[in-house]
T-cell receptor, first 112, second 112 residues
């Protein structure tokens, strides 16, 4: 069975600093996708970044980048130059075929 | 450990039919969230319940209704189904409204 683990329930970072959110997963699949979603208080899930497992290059989206370690089954999210608007819950997710699995979330607070 | 249980895992319906999706939260969790994820789309927040009362409402169509019962399980009722309702429906639960969010494996609804 696939599992997604986010071991940091809460994190905080000073504005303009860099923070890394951890995510590990367990799967026997070889083809899959990994995602980071941001959930503001509105409860919506906003896609932050996506990584295809077959791509060795780490995905980057502006201030957001991932460190994808396939052998270690690790998929951490780095947020550079943190902004107050980055304050939210962040969910790591795994998809293979029609199956989608979420981690339990990390609550990130950006401190002015 | 017990997880969030969703039933059924797969459901096939015809247009204009009715569907009922069930969600059984983790024991002692008092909050349930419903999300709809269409093919290739981000999960869309539909509705949430805290202590059997609706707590937040998202983009839930008027054709849909939901409730949380005394045992904290929740049901999402969908009437007059449309082709566009075909999606993966996730339920998540938490304790005291936030903190960690635990997602179920989803119900794949196909409307033909």
């Amino acid at each position: 069975a696939q599992t997604v683990t986010q071991s940091q329930p809460e994190m905080s970072v000073q504005e303009a600093e860099t923070v890394t959110l951890s995510c590990t997963y367990d799967t026997s699949e070889s083809n899959y996708y990994l995602f980071w979603y941001k959930q503001p208080p509105s409860r919506q899930m906003i896609l932050v970044i996506r990584q295809e497992a077959y791509k060795q290059q780490n995905a980057t989206e502006n201030r957001f980048s991932v460190n994808f370690q396939k052998a270690a089954k690790s998929f951490s999210l780095k947020i550079s130059d943190s902004q107050l608007g980055d304050t939210a819950m962040y969910f790591c997710a795994f998809m293979s075929g029609n199956q989608f699995y979420f981690g339990t979330g990390t609550s990130l607070t950006v401190i002015p | 450990a017990a997880g969030v249980i969703q039933s059924p895992r797969h459901l096939i319906k015809e247009k204009r039919e009715t569907a009922t999706l069930k969600c059984y939260p983790i024991p002692r969790h008092d909050t349930v969230y419903w999300y709809q994820q269409g093919p290739g789309q981000d999960p869309q927040f539909l509705i949430s319940f805290y202590e059997k009362m609706q707590s937040d409402k998202g983009s839930i169509p008027d054709r849909f209704s939901a409730q949380q019962f005394s045992d904290y399980h929740s049901e999402l009722n969908m009437s007059s189904l449309e082709l566009g309702d075909s999606a993966l429906y996730f339920c998540a639960s938490s304790f005291l409204g936030r903190e960690k969010l635990f997602f179920g494996s989803g119900t794949q609804l196909s409307v033909l």
